[in-house]
């Protein structure tokens, strides 16, 4: 999606969130650290417009190394 080419559909009718953040005020992505489970909206989001397909890139950077550190703790499990 980030070459602007739909993965399921291969058309090129494809839009990008502008400054991160995803689809719609709800959506949150979240990532428990000390305090408990913290939200965070610091995303991109990649939407086909021919076929209703979109992806999410989580961007935080910060949490993404909380959540790869320790993805337990963080609220979060690997894939394996």
């Known amino acids: 999606m980030k070459n602007g ?3 399921k559909c ?3 009718d494809v839009y990008s969130s502008i400054g991160g953040g995803g689809i719609g005020e709800g959506f ?3 990532v ?3 305090d408990g489970m913290k ?3 610091h995303w991109q989001t990649f939407l086909c417009a021919a076929c209703g ?3 999410n890139y989580f961007l935080d950077e910060v ?3 909380r ?3 320790d993805p337990q703790k963080a609220g979060w499990r690997k894939i394996t």
């Open 5 to 7: 080419q739909c993965p």
């Open 10 to 12: 291969n058309a090129s």
């Open 28 to 30: 949150s992505i979240y």
């Open 32 to 34: 428990r650290d000390g």
């Open 39 to 41: 939200p965070t909206r």
């Open 53 to 55: 397909y979109y992806e």
């Open 63 to 65: 949490k993404i190394a």
């Open 67 to 69: 959540i790869v550190e």
